[in-house]
């Protein structure tokens, strides 16, 4: 369930007194898409390079990403993450990993579009070893979105599992890849509670204790995100802003990712589970435009009991 508020009525045409945050915060995708050509039309002008030139920062990097659609934000996320300054192997490994197979097709498509080459080449450029072809192959396999899984071939999925890990001296990390990257998430959430009663330990506790690196983080997001992404994406924010300093970066991913998504369970799973507000923690870590602005895309907060 998305927290972004839209007015019921679009105005396509920006007026100089008009906020950047009051306008751009409150209109989803579409409308923004409008709002852009509207722009252009009338001013002879890209707005995101009107932004650009106009805000700095944090607030300028959220703002522009905000104004793209779901796929070319996670296209340039992802771009970004394998190709700048700084190789951010979480970043790219997440948006991969925490996506579904209809969302990742569209945003294969839109990263060739926009950046002239094949997402694939660019992991293959950057990653290495399990954690390359864990990539490779949860954009490429098709993955069943929905459903009800399978509870015999969970189990045997399981064992599986645990005679490539556990069971065995070393690890069969082919086994692994096979499994968390060819099962939708609902078979997968079967496969962990399978796990658990067969042999009386998490799946999440063996991928822990069998995997490490860049490898074992991707193959943790899949599993929590087959769980629930509302409570994996609550603790990726907490963990962005707990302790000494904030981490931006997640923040503003995490924040302008999933507004549009699924926010309003997010904000449940961060309350439920640090008994505290979302929008509070925000609020208490950032400052001027670019606290606005994400205070905006996150939303009031409800009582939740």
Not at 21 to 29: G, K, V
Not at 116 to 125: M, S
Not at 167 to 172: A, K
Not at 240 to 267: C, F, H, N, P, W
Request: glycine share 6%; hydrophobic share 40%; net charge positive.
């Amino acid at each position: 369930m998305a927290s972004l508020t839209v007015p019921p009525v679009l105005t396509v045409r920006v007026r100089q007194h008009d906020g950047v945050i009051s306008i751009l915060a409150h209109r989803d995708s579409a409308q923004r898409a409008l709002i852009q050509r509207e722009y252009r039309a009338v001013f002879n002008q890209d707005l995101a390079r009107r932004i650009a030139s106009e805000l700095s920062g944090h607030h300028k990097r959220a703002m522009l990403l905000w104004i793209l659609d779901p796929a070319a934000r996670d296209a340039t996320i992802l771009k970004q993450a394998l190709t700048g300054d700084i190789t951010d192997l979480r970043a790219a490994t997440e948006i991969v990993c925490s996506r579904t197979p209809s969302q990742l097709h569209i945003m294969r498509q839109t990263y060739r579009a926009r950046f002239g080459c094949h997402v694939e080449h660019d992991v293959t450029e950057r990653t290495s070893g399990d954690h390359q072809r864990l990539l490779l192959a949860y954009l490429a396999i098709p993955r069943c979105e929905g459903g009800a899984a399978d509870q015999a071939a969970a189990a045997l999925d399981a064992r599986d599992l645990y005679r490539a890990g556990e069971r065995r001296l070393g690890t069969d990390e082919r086994a692994f890849i096979r499994v968390f990257s060819e099962r939708g998430w609902a078979h997968l959430a079967a496969v962990a509670r399978a796990y658990r009663h067969m042999y009386d330990r998490s799946l999440e506790e063996a991928v822990k204790g069998e995997t490490s690196g860049s490898f074992g983080f991707g193959l943790l997001t899949i599993l929590r995100c087959a769980d629930s992404p509302a409570r994996y994406f609550a603790k990726v924010l907490h963990k962005a802003m707990k302790g000494l300093g904030t981490s931006d970066s997640a923040l503003i991913r995490v924040v302008v990712t999933r507004a549009e998504i699924d926010m309003q369970y997010i904000k449940a799973e961060y309350h439920r589970m640090y008994n505290g507000s979302l929008a509070d923690a925000i609020h208490s870590e950032t400052s001027g435009n670019y606290r606005t602005f994400l205070l905006s895309l996150v939303g009031r907060d409800r009582a939740y009991y």
